[in-house]
């Protein structure tokens, strides 16, 4: 397997987003990928892998830690009823550029990613600003990667970050957002099914052993080598 690791693994770059997992333990999996993308406040360590290689931010984190870190108090400030004390200050503490081989805003185009869904016949459009998450899905698809992607929501649960407050999800079930999930899940799906992205991580279940629940997609092949690989056993529910 060694071999064929290697092969499945060249040339892969690994979207790595928020979603918590408490009983399937999952660095030596995400670890497998060299290449990788955290998104805005997801640090290593925190059961999503131990590697950092790249790091894209939405644009007020970007432009209160890049150009200039603004005084902790000032970050704790615009933070503190939306995430979480222990991260905000961890992630203030730990975030440093040199930790990283990039960091970058990750601007939204969203007018440029809806003709690009357009002319691959996609039928869905995002009909508002895209998250950090899927903007670095497109960015890779636009270096002509075919990004794997781990710990996005793939269907209509309310999605759990590990260090957002759930109530900010609570209101996006609500419709009081600036983003779209329904958008946003059935584009991932759109560019799992076409071969664009590898969503197939998304797929985990927070379970002991690792289970595939296939929310009616096909996983790929390759990703189930790669689990069996690290866990032996791995487990598909259709």
């Not at 000032?74 to 991260?87: A, C």
């Not at 009909?127 to 996005?152: D, Q, Y």
Request: glycine letters at 4%; aromatic letters at 12%.
């Amino acid at each position: 397997m060694t071999d064929k690791k290697t092969l499945i693994l060249e040339n892969k770059h690994l979207i790595i987003g928020n979603k918590p997992y408490g009983s399937l333990l999952l660095d030596k999996f995400l670890d497998l990928f060299v290449e990788n993308t955290r998104c805005n406040m997801g640090m290593p360590k925190n059961n999503n892998g131990t590697i950092c290689d790249e790091l894209a931010l939405c644009n007020h984190i970007y432009d209160r830690m890049v150009p200039q870190k603004v005084p902790l108090s000032s970050f704790v400030e615009m933070y503190q009823d939306k995430y979480k004390m222990e991260y905000i200050e961890k992630f203030y503490k730990d975030f440093d550029t040199w930790n990283f081989n990039r960091v970058y805003y990750a601007h939204a185009n969203t007018l440029n990613y809806n003709e690009m869904l357009s002319s691959w016949g996609c039928p869905y459009s995002f009909s508002a600003l895209p998250r950090t998450g899927l903007v670095a899905i497109f960015e890779k698809i636009l270096r002509e990667f075919i990004p794997v992607v781990f710990g996005f929501s793939i269907n209509s649960e309310t999605r759990k970050t590990f260090y957002v407050y759930d109530s900010i999800f609570d209101l996006e079930d609500n419709n009081k957002s600036c983003h779209s999930k329904d958008d946003e899940i059935k584009i991932i799906r759109w560019l799992h099914e076409n071969n664009k992205a590898d969503i197939t991580p998304c797929m985990l279940q927070d379970s002991e052993v690792p289970t595939i629940k296939c929310e009616g997609l096909k996983p790929s092949r390759n990703i189930i080598d790669l689990l069996r690989y690290v866990y032996r056993e791995v487990r598909i529910q259709h």
